[in-house]
């Protein structure tokens, strides 16, 4: 063993790392490379018909099979209700994620006396191979001690064709606290799929509008976003916030394609929303 390979088990927190892929050989490799060092790294597949498990295997890391069956649990849930992991803690990951030295450090030193049986994660944005330093930048809980939460169960299953959960928020028994030192997001593929990833998320999400009726569990960003969500100006206001006031212009032109882009993801939600109003009222629902 390497004098490096012993610093990364050694700096490494006693965390299960969960990572939930389909057809994801283009960002897998260095998710993996990312979590060298931790004991238990769990890929959970859909279904790859690209390179994606032999690249787990070719990192030693075991690959689980999921199925979904169209119904209540989707996979990330399914991971926490049937597969056996090692540890009292588990970092759901994104394979376009990775893991950062600062990270680790913060970690280390925190699960042991922490009170809180979850965490906010931040990341930092990369688009077009620039790393984006300002603008709105993406959190999410995705640090969760076992058997102290699960993601929102939302009856989805006649209007979504995703087998994982995508903007579903982990409700957790007691209180959330925050990591500061943030992981990274870095999706090695092409445009084409962020723009249909944004088109199969806003249709989600325009149903979820509609469907969702007690919002008491959301959390206050969320609560905000579906309150102002069917203003007609309100993609840019979000545009403004974010690219204006939260200094998204100093990112350069990229930094403006990655606002704008968000931009019309709202008013694909909105689109879509109105759609669904119509077919409804139509079906006479």
């Given amino acids: 063993m390497s004098s490096q390979q012993a610093q990364e088990i050694q700096s490494a927190p006693p965390i299960s790392i969960v990572i939930p892929v389909k057809n994801e050989e283009a960002n897998l490799a260095l998710c993996l490379e990312s979590v060298k060092g931790f004991d238990e790294v769990i890929v959970v597949d859909s279904g790859s018909t690209d390179h994606t498990c032999q690249i787990a295997a070719e990192y030693g890391r075991e690959v689980v099979t999921f199925r979904w069956p169209g119904n209540f649990p989707k996979k990330r849930n399914w991971v926490l209700k049937t597969v056996p992991l ?6 759901f990951l ?4 990775r893991v950062t030295p600062e990270f680790r450090q913060e970690v280390a030193g925190i699960l042991g006396t ?9 990341y930092r944005e990369w688009s077009l191979e620039k790393l984006l330093r300002h603008g709105d930048p993406m959190w999410k809980t995705a640090l969760l001690r076992l058997g102290k939460g699960e993601y929102e169960h939302i009856p989805e299953e006649r209007w979504s064709p995703l087998d994982m959960e995508i903007h579903e928020h982990l409700v957790v028994k007691g ?10 997001h870095h999706d090695k593929r092409f445009l084409d799929a962020y723009y249909a990833r944004h088109n199969d998320y806003s ?3 325009a149903n979820r509008y509609l469907a969702i009726g007690d919002r008491s569990q959301l959390t206050m960003r969320q609560k905000i976003k579906y309150r102002l969500l069917m203003w ?6 979000y545009f403004i916030f974010a690219y204006v006031l939260k200094g998204g ?3 350069g032109k990229v930094g403006f394609y990655y606002a704008v882009a968000k931009i019309f993801y709202f008013y ?10 119509i077919r409804n009222r139509e079906a006479g629902k």
Wanted: proline letters at 2%; aromatic letters at 12%; glycine letters at 4%.
């Fill in 203 to 205: 249709t989600w999400e």
């Fill in 94 to 97: 994104d394979a376009d994620e």
């Fill in 268 to 277: 694909q939600i909105q689109a879509k929303v109105t759609e669904l109003r």
């Fill in 114 to 122: 922490t009170r809180h049986n979850a965490f906010w994660l931040g």
């Fill in 249 to 251: 212009f100093l990112d």
């Fill in 86 to 91: 090692k540890h009292d803690w588990v970092l």
């Fill in 232 to 237: 007609s100006l309100f993609p840019l206001m």
């Fill in 175 to 184: 209180s959330v606290g925050v990591i500061n030192a943030r992981l990274e």
